[in-house]
Protein backbone atom coordinates (compact mmCIF):
# COMPACT_ATOMS: atom_id res chain seq x y z
CA UNK A 1 0.00 0.00 0.00
CA UNK A 2 2.92 2.34 0.91
CA UNK A 3 4.36 1.60 -2.06
CA UNK A 4 1.32 2.54 -4.31
CA UNK A 5 1.02 6.08 -2.38
CA UNK A 6 4.97 6.93 -3.13
CA UNK A 7 4.38 5.54 -6.78
CA UNK A 8 0.62 7.95 -7.64
CA UNK A 9 2.22 10.52 -5.28
CA UNK A 10 5.05 10.98 -7.73
CA UNK A 11 2.99 11.30 -10.29
CA UNK A 12 0.97 13.57 -9.65
CA UNK A 13 3.16 15.97 -8.26
CA UNK A 14 5.11 15.69 -11.77
CA UNK A 15 2.00 16.49 -13.60
CA UNK A 16 1.51 19.70 -11.36
CA UNK A 17 5.01 20.39 -12.55
CA UNK A 18 4.55 20.12 -16.09
CA UNK A 19 0.52 21.98 -15.86
CA UNK A 20 2.67 24.67 -14.01
CA UNK A 21 5.43 25.20 -16.50
CA UNK A 22 2.73 25.18 -19.39
CA UNK A 23 0.53 27.66 -18.42
CA UNK A 24 3.73 30.27 -17.37
CA UNK A 25 5.06 29.66 -20.87
CA UNK A 26 1.84 30.55 -22.41
CA UNK A 27 1.14 33.35 -21.06
CA UNK A 28 4.45 34.80 -21.57
CA UNK A 29 4.56 33.66 -25.50
CA UNK A 30 1.58 33.20 -26.68
CA UNK A 31 -1.07 36.13 -27.89
CA UNK A 32 -4.06 36.63 -25.70
CA UNK A 33 -7.32 36.84 -28.31
CA UNK A 34 -7.38 40.70 -29.06
CA UNK A 35 -10.54 42.54 -26.98
CA UNK A 36 -11.95 43.56 -30.44
CA UNK A 37 -11.55 40.41 -32.43
CA UNK A 38 -13.74 40.52 -35.78
CA UNK A 39 -17.10 38.61 -34.83
CA UNK A 40 -19.43 36.66 -36.79
CA UNK A 41 -22.28 39.40 -38.15
CA UNK A 42 -25.81 38.28 -39.48
CA UNK A 43 -24.13 37.71 -42.60
CA UNK A 44 -22.09 34.65 -42.76
CA UNK A 45 -20.29 35.39 -45.54
CA UNK A 46 -19.16 38.67 -43.54
CA UNK A 47 -17.33 39.69 -40.29
CA UNK A 48 -18.59 42.58 -38.29
CA UNK A 49 -16.05 45.11 -37.61
CA UNK A 50 -15.44 45.82 -33.74
CA UNK A 51 -12.08 48.31 -34.05
CA UNK A 52 -11.54 51.06 -36.83
CA UNK A 53 -8.48 49.72 -38.97
CA UNK A 54 -5.02 52.02 -38.40
CA UNK A 55 -3.26 53.07 -41.43
CA UNK A 56 -0.33 51.37 -42.60
CA UNK A 57 1.49 50.90 -45.28
CA UNK A 58 2.67 48.52 -48.07
CA UNK A 59 1.23 45.12 -47.93
CA UNK A 60 -0.23 45.70 -44.62
CA UNK A 61 -2.74 48.64 -45.95
CA UNK A 62 -3.65 45.96 -48.86
CA UNK A 63 -4.69 43.43 -46.35
CA UNK A 64 -6.61 46.20 -44.44
CA UNK A 65 -8.51 47.43 -47.54
CA UNK A 66 -9.15 44.24 -48.73
CA UNK A 67 -10.61 43.19 -44.99
CA UNK A 68 -12.80 47.04 -45.26
CA UNK A 69 -14.03 45.85 -48.02
CA UNK A 70 -15.45 42.84 -46.23
CA UNK A 71 -16.65 44.54 -43.36
CA UNK A 72 -13.73 43.13 -41.19
CA UNK A 73 -10.29 44.71 -39.72
CA UNK A 74 -7.52 42.43 -38.93
CA UNK A 75 -5.45 45.06 -36.61
CA UNK A 76 -2.17 44.49 -38.55
CA UNK A 77 1.06 45.74 -38.61
CA UNK A 78 1.87 49.71 -38.20
CA UNK A 79 2.97 52.63 -40.56
CA UNK A 80 6.43 52.24 -42.47
CA UNK A 81 9.14 55.13 -40.92
CA UNK A 82 10.40 57.51 -43.50
CA UNK A 83 14.28 55.87 -42.89
CA UNK A 84 12.69 52.51 -43.87
CA UNK A 85 11.26 53.79 -46.72
CA UNK A 86 14.21 55.41 -48.31
CA UNK A 87 16.66 51.99 -47.81
CA UNK A 88 14.39 50.57 -50.16
CA UNK A 89 13.84 53.42 -52.72
CA UNK A 90 17.29 52.93 -54.60
CA UNK A 91 16.10 52.93 -58.18
CA UNK A 92 17.70 55.87 -60.63
CA UNK A 93 15.76 57.24 -63.35
CA UNK A 94 16.59 57.75 -66.96
CA UNK A 95 16.57 61.33 -66.42
CA UNK A 96 18.80 61.22 -63.31
CA UNK A 97 16.28 61.23 -60.92
CA UNK A 98 17.66 59.69 -57.47
CA UNK A 99 21.37 59.43 -58.92
CA UNK A 100 23.88 60.17 -55.96
CA UNK A 101 27.11 62.79 -56.09
CA UNK A 102 29.81 60.81 -56.81
CA UNK A 103 32.23 59.95 -59.77
CA UNK A 104 34.67 57.24 -61.24
CA UNK A 105 37.57 57.07 -63.88
CA UNK A 106 37.60 54.38 -66.35
CA UNK A 107 41.22 53.40 -65.24
CA UNK A 108 39.87 52.79 -61.16
CA UNK A 109 36.99 51.16 -63.22
CA UNK A 110 38.80 48.31 -65.14
CA UNK A 111 40.50 47.49 -61.69
CA UNK A 112 37.29 47.19 -59.71
CA UNK A 113 35.40 45.11 -62.54
CA UNK A 114 38.23 42.58 -62.43
CA UNK A 115 37.97 42.19 -58.72
CA UNK A 116 34.42 41.95 -58.41
CA UNK A 117 32.88 41.03 -62.33
CA UNK A 118 35.09 39.62 -63.89
CA UNK A 119 34.56 35.99 -62.98
CA UNK A 120 31.32 36.31 -64.34
CA UNK A 121 31.47 38.33 -67.10
CA UNK A 122 35.27 38.44 -68.52
CA UNK A 123 38.01 40.67 -68.35
CA UNK A 124 36.98 42.53 -71.41
CA UNK A 125 33.28 42.15 -70.46
CA UNK A 126 32.94 39.09 -72.74
CA UNK A 127 31.24 36.92 -70.85
CA UNK A 128 32.08 34.13 -69.21
CA UNK A 129 30.37 30.63 -69.69
CA UNK A 130 26.31 31.45 -69.95
CA UNK A 131 27.13 34.60 -68.30
CA UNK A 132 25.95 37.36 -70.14
CA UNK A 133 28.18 39.89 -72.24
CA UNK A 134 27.80 43.65 -71.53
CA UNK A 135 30.33 45.02 -74.29
CA UNK A 136 30.21 44.09 -77.99
CA UNK A 137 27.31 43.39 -80.20
CA UNK A 138 27.17 46.25 -82.08
CA UNK A 139 24.44 46.32 -85.01
CA UNK A 140 23.38 42.85 -84.12
CA UNK A 141 20.05 43.26 -83.01
CA UNK A 142 18.61 42.87 -86.67
CA UNK A 143 20.72 39.47 -87.17
CA UNK A 144 18.85 36.02 -86.69
CA UNK A 145 20.75 35.77 -83.41
CA UNK A 146 21.25 39.08 -82.34
CA UNK A 147 24.03 40.11 -79.21
CA UNK A 148 22.07 42.10 -76.09
CA UNK A 149 24.81 43.86 -74.55
CA UNK A 150 24.89 47.43 -73.09
CA UNK A 151 26.23 49.01 -76.01
CA UNK A 152 23.85 47.24 -78.62
CA UNK A 153 20.51 47.02 -76.74
CA UNK A 154 19.92 48.57 -73.62
CA UNK A 155 18.49 52.39 -73.96
CA UNK A 156 20.12 54.06 -70.71
CA UNK A 157 22.81 54.51 -68.77
CA UNK A 158 20.34 55.32 -65.81
CA UNK A 159 19.63 51.50 -65.97
CA UNK A 160 23.31 50.27 -65.71
CA UNK A 161 24.22 52.59 -62.62
CA UNK A 162 20.77 51.17 -60.72
CA UNK A 163 21.73 47.43 -61.54
CA UNK A 164 25.01 47.42 -60.68
CA UNK A 165 24.16 49.37 -57.58
CA UNK A 166 21.36 47.46 -56.56
CA UNK A 167 22.37 43.93 -57.58
CA UNK A 168 25.79 43.87 -58.05
CA UNK A 169 28.53 41.80 -57.52
CA UNK A 170 26.65 38.62 -57.43
CA UNK A 171 26.70 37.66 -53.76
CA UNK A 172 27.21 40.56 -51.90
CA UNK A 173 24.60 42.91 -53.56
CA UNK A 174 25.58 46.89 -52.54
CA UNK A 175 28.46 46.05 -50.54
CA UNK A 176 29.72 48.83 -53.77
CA UNK A 177 30.45 52.54 -53.08
CA UNK A 178 28.50 55.27 -55.11
CA UNK A 179 32.29 56.31 -56.56
CA UNK A 180 32.82 52.19 -57.02
CA UNK A 181 29.48 51.90 -58.60
CA UNK A 182 30.66 55.17 -61.13
CA UNK A 183 34.04 53.80 -62.36
CA UNK A 184 32.81 50.52 -62.84
CA UNK A 185 30.08 52.04 -65.00
CA UNK A 186 32.56 54.00 -66.72
CA UNK A 187 34.58 51.16 -67.75
CA UNK A 188 31.52 49.36 -69.15
CA UNK A 189 31.21 52.21 -71.44
CA UNK A 190 34.98 52.06 -72.48
CA UNK A 191 34.40 48.84 -73.17
CA UNK A 192 31.82 49.14 -75.98
CA UNK A 193 33.96 51.97 -77.17
CA UNK A 194 31.77 54.60 -76.24
CA UNK A 195 34.07 56.55 -74.11
CA UNK A 196 37.93 57.28 -74.06
CA UNK A 197 40.34 55.86 -71.39
CA UNK A 198 40.72 59.42 -69.99
CA UNK A 199 36.84 59.27 -69.23
CA UNK A 200 35.65 60.25 -66.11
CA UNK A 201 31.63 59.75 -65.23
CA UNK A 202 29.88 61.57 -62.34
CA UNK A 203 26.51 62.51 -61.52
CA UNK A 204 27.25 65.98 -63.20
CA UNK A 205 28.15 64.46 -66.94
CA UNK A 206 25.77 61.77 -66.58
CA UNK A 207 23.23 62.62 -68.69
CA UNK A 208 25.77 63.67 -71.37
CA UNK A 209 26.14 59.96 -72.74
CA UNK A 210 23.56 58.31 -74.51
CA UNK A 211 23.65 55.05 -75.45
CA UNK A 212 23.08 53.85 -79.05
CA UNK A 213 20.34 52.25 -78.82
CA UNK A 214 18.30 55.28 -76.95
CA UNK A 215 15.57 55.38 -79.59
CA UNK A 216 15.13 51.43 -80.06
CA UNK A 217 12.38 51.14 -78.10
CA UNK A 218 8.29 51.75 -78.42
CA UNK A 219 5.71 52.24 -75.85
CA UNK A 220 3.43 49.13 -75.95
CA UNK A 221 0.53 50.25 -76.74
CA UNK A 222 -1.01 46.48 -77.67
CA UNK A 223 -3.56 46.72 -74.88
CA UNK A 224 -5.14 49.56 -77.01
CA UNK A 225 -4.59 48.25 -80.26
CA UNK A 226 -4.47 44.18 -80.07
CA UNK A 227 -6.56 43.17 -77.22
CA UNK A 228 -9.76 44.39 -78.41
CA UNK A 229 -9.18 42.34 -81.21
CA UNK A 230 -7.86 39.13 -79.46
CA UNK A 231 -10.99 38.94 -76.97
CA UNK A 232 -13.55 39.23 -79.38
CA UNK A 233 -16.42 36.21 -79.19
CA UNK A 234 -14.03 33.51 -81.52
CA UNK A 235 -15.40 32.02 -84.53
CA UNK A 236 -16.00 28.10 -83.73
CA UNK A 237 -17.51 26.77 -87.11
CA UNK A 238 -17.58 27.98 -91.13
CA UNK A 239 -14.59 30.31 -90.06
CA UNK A 240 -13.21 30.40 -93.91
CA UNK A 241 -15.19 30.21 -97.28
CA UNK A 242 -12.59 27.96 -98.26
CA UNK A 243 -9.73 25.40 -96.59
CA UNK A 244 -6.48 24.45 -98.76
CA UNK A 245 -2.80 23.76 -97.93
CA UNK A 246 -0.81 26.46 -98.80
CA UNK A 247 2.44 25.03 -97.52
CA UNK A 248 4.28 21.55 -97.33
CA UNK A 249 6.51 20.33 -94.95
CA UNK A 250 9.76 19.26 -96.38
CA UNK A 251 11.30 17.97 -93.55
CA UNK A 252 8.39 16.36 -91.05
CA UNK A 253 6.45 14.04 -92.83
CA UNK A 254 3.32 16.06 -91.48
CA UNK A 255 1.91 17.46 -94.05
CA UNK A 256 -0.94 14.88 -96.33
CA UNK A 257 0.59 14.63 -100.07
CA UNK A 258 -0.49 12.91 -103.02
CA UNK A 259 1.98 10.92 -105.48
CA UNK A 260 2.77 14.35 -106.84
CA UNK A 261 3.61 16.14 -103.96
CA UNK A 262 5.96 12.92 -102.60
CA UNK A 263 7.79 13.70 -106.09
CA UNK A 264 8.25 17.61 -105.97
CA UNK A 265 9.36 17.07 -102.41
CA UNK A 266 12.24 14.16 -103.30
CA UNK A 267 13.06 16.76 -106.18
CA UNK A 268 13.32 19.98 -103.63
CA UNK A 269 15.97 17.29 -101.35
CA UNK A 270 17.94 16.41 -104.65
CA UNK A 271 18.75 19.92 -105.68
CA UNK A 272 19.84 20.77 -102.00
CA UNK A 273 22.36 18.67 -101.86
CA UNK A 274 24.72 20.48 -104.73
CA UNK A 275 24.29 23.37 -103.05
CA UNK A 276 25.59 22.61 -99.99
CA UNK A 277 28.76 20.78 -101.56
CA UNK A 278 29.69 23.58 -103.33
CA UNK A 279 29.36 25.80 -100.09
CA UNK A 280 31.82 23.68 -98.58
CA UNK A 281 34.06 23.60 -101.75
CA UNK A 282 34.02 27.78 -101.06
CA UNK A 283 34.82 27.52 -97.54
CA UNK A 284 37.36 25.08 -98.58
CA UNK A 285 38.90 27.85 -101.69
CA UNK A 286 38.63 30.62 -98.91
CA UNK A 287 40.91 29.12 -96.81
CA UNK A 288 43.50 28.15 -98.59
CA UNK A 289 46.75 30.88 -98.74
CA UNK A 290 47.20 33.08 -101.69
CA UNK A 291 50.06 32.30 -103.01
CA UNK A 292 53.18 30.26 -101.97
CA UNK A 293 54.64 32.92 -99.46
CA UNK A 294 51.66 32.46 -97.60
CA UNK A 295 52.06 28.47 -97.05
CA UNK A 296 50.57 27.27 -94.16
CA UNK A 297 52.48 25.26 -91.69
CA UNK A 298 49.40 23.08 -90.63
CA UNK A 299 50.55 21.63 -87.11
CA UNK A 300 51.79 25.12 -86.47
CA UNK A 301 48.43 26.76 -87.09
CA UNK A 302 46.82 24.01 -85.08
CA UNK A 303 49.07 24.69 -82.05
CA UNK A 304 48.11 28.25 -83.02
CA UNK A 305 44.00 27.70 -82.70
CA UNK A 306 44.48 26.41 -79.59
CA UNK A 307 46.50 29.94 -78.54
CA UNK A 308 44.06 31.78 -80.08
CA UNK A 309 41.57 30.52 -77.98
CA UNK A 310 42.34 33.67 -75.56
CA UNK A 311 41.39 36.38 -78.18
CA UNK A 312 37.81 34.78 -79.70
CA UNK A 313 35.88 36.63 -76.57
CA UNK A 314 37.06 39.90 -78.49
CA UNK A 315 38.36 39.26 -82.10
CA UNK A 316 36.32 36.88 -84.94
CA UNK A 317 38.19 35.04 -88.10
CA UNK A 318 36.96 32.53 -90.67
CA UNK A 319 33.40 33.08 -93.20
CA UNK A 320 30.89 35.76 -91.41
CA UNK A 321 33.90 36.89 -89.15
CA UNK A 322 32.82 40.76 -87.75
CA UNK A 323 33.91 43.39 -85.97
CA UNK A 324 33.11 42.65 -82.09
CA UNK A 325 34.98 44.19 -79.04
CA UNK A 326 38.03 43.89 -81.27
CA UNK A 327 38.21 44.15 -85.41
CA UNK A 328 37.95 40.86 -86.86
CA UNK A 329 41.21 39.47 -88.11
CA UNK A 330 40.34 37.67 -91.73
CA UNK A 331 43.44 39.15 -94.55
CA UNK A 332 45.19 41.05 -91.22
CA UNK A 333 48.74 40.40 -92.78
CA UNK A 334 49.67 43.74 -94.98
CA UNK A 335 46.75 45.86 -93.95
CA UNK A 336 47.57 48.89 -92.32
CA UNK A 337 47.42 49.49 -88.56
CA UNK A 338 44.01 50.46 -87.81
CA UNK A 339 42.49 50.00 -91.22
CA UNK A 340 39.16 48.53 -91.41
CA UNK A 341 36.85 51.15 -91.53
CA UNK A 342 33.83 52.38 -89.11
CA UNK A 343 35.57 50.36 -86.35
CA UNK A 344 36.97 53.04 -83.43
CA UNK A 345 40.13 52.21 -83.23
CA UNK A 346 42.68 54.02 -80.57
CA UNK A 347 44.00 57.41 -81.38
CA UNK A 348 47.79 55.95 -81.38
CA UNK A 349 46.81 52.97 -83.56
CA UNK A 350 45.31 55.02 -85.94
CA UNK A 351 47.96 57.41 -86.26
CA UNK A 352 50.81 54.28 -86.69
CA UNK A 353 48.77 52.98 -89.80
CA UNK A 354 48.27 56.56 -91.69
CA UNK A 355 51.93 56.49 -91.03
CA UNK A 356 52.13 53.50 -93.08
CA UNK A 357 53.24 50.70 -90.68
CA UNK A 358 51.20 47.77 -91.45
CA UNK A 359 50.71 44.30 -90.29
CA UNK A 360 53.89 41.65 -90.60
CA UNK A 361 54.94 38.87 -89.04
CA UNK A 362 57.33 41.18 -87.36
CA UNK A 363 54.89 43.78 -85.88
CA UNK A 364 52.33 41.67 -85.13
CA UNK A 365 54.85 39.58 -83.54
CA UNK A 366 55.81 42.90 -81.44
CA UNK A 367 51.87 43.60 -80.77
CA UNK A 368 50.89 40.08 -79.29
CA UNK A 369 53.58 40.10 -76.75
CA UNK A 370 53.84 43.52 -75.27
CA UNK A 371 50.28 45.26 -77.24
CA UNK A 372 50.60 48.19 -74.79
CA UNK A 373 54.19 48.50 -75.28
CA UNK A 374 54.31 48.61 -79.16
CA UNK A 375 50.69 50.81 -79.41
CA UNK A 376 50.88 53.24 -76.36
CA UNK A 377 47.17 53.53 -75.16
CA UNK A 378 45.92 50.85 -77.28
CA UNK A 379 42.12 50.11 -76.43
CA UNK A 380 42.99 46.54 -75.98
CA UNK A 381 43.33 45.14 -72.25
CA UNK A 382 44.65 42.06 -72.65
CA UNK A 383 48.23 41.87 -71.28
CA UNK A 384 49.97 39.74 -74.10
CA UNK A 385 51.18 36.23 -74.90
CA UNK A 386 53.53 34.71 -72.67
CA UNK A 387 56.08 33.63 -75.49
CA UNK A 388 57.33 33.96 -78.82
CA UNK A 389 56.80 30.31 -79.48
CA UNK A 390 52.44 31.41 -78.64
CA UNK A 391 52.85 34.58 -80.92
CA UNK A 392 54.45 32.31 -83.69
CA UNK A 393 51.88 29.77 -83.87
CA UNK A 394 48.66 32.67 -83.58
CA UNK A 395 50.24 34.15 -86.94
CA UNK A 396 50.44 30.86 -88.71
CA UNK A 397 47.16 30.13 -87.69
CA UNK A 398 45.47 33.54 -89.13
CA UNK A 399 47.56 33.41 -92.19
CA UNK A 400 44.72 30.65 -93.22
CA UNK A 401 42.30 33.36 -93.00
CA UNK A 402 44.20 35.41 -95.24
CA UNK A 403 41.93 35.30 -98.24
CA UNK A 404 38.49 35.52 -96.20
Not at 219 to 228: A, G, H, K, L, Q
Not at 267 to 276: H, L, N
Amino acid sequence: MSKSLNLYGGSALGLVVVLTAAYNFADRNVAGFPERAPVWGGDPAMFEARAPEPSNGGLIAAANADAEGAGMNFGLGRPALPEEISAWDVDIMPDGEGLPEGSGTVLDGETLFSQNCAVCHGEFAEGVGNWPELAGGDGSLADEDPLKTVGSYWPYLSTVWDYVHRSMPYGAAQTLSDDEVYAITAYILYSNFLVEDDFVLSNDNFLEVELPNADGFIVDDRPETEYPVWRTEPCMEDCKDEVEITMRATVLDVTPEDEAARQAREEMAEQAEPTQTAGAETVTEASAPADESMAIDTALAEEGEGVFRQCRACHMVGDGAQNRVGPHLNAVFGRPLGGIDGFRYSATMEEMGEEGIVWTDETMTEFFLKPRDYVPGTKMSFNGLRSDEDATAVIEYLKAFQEN
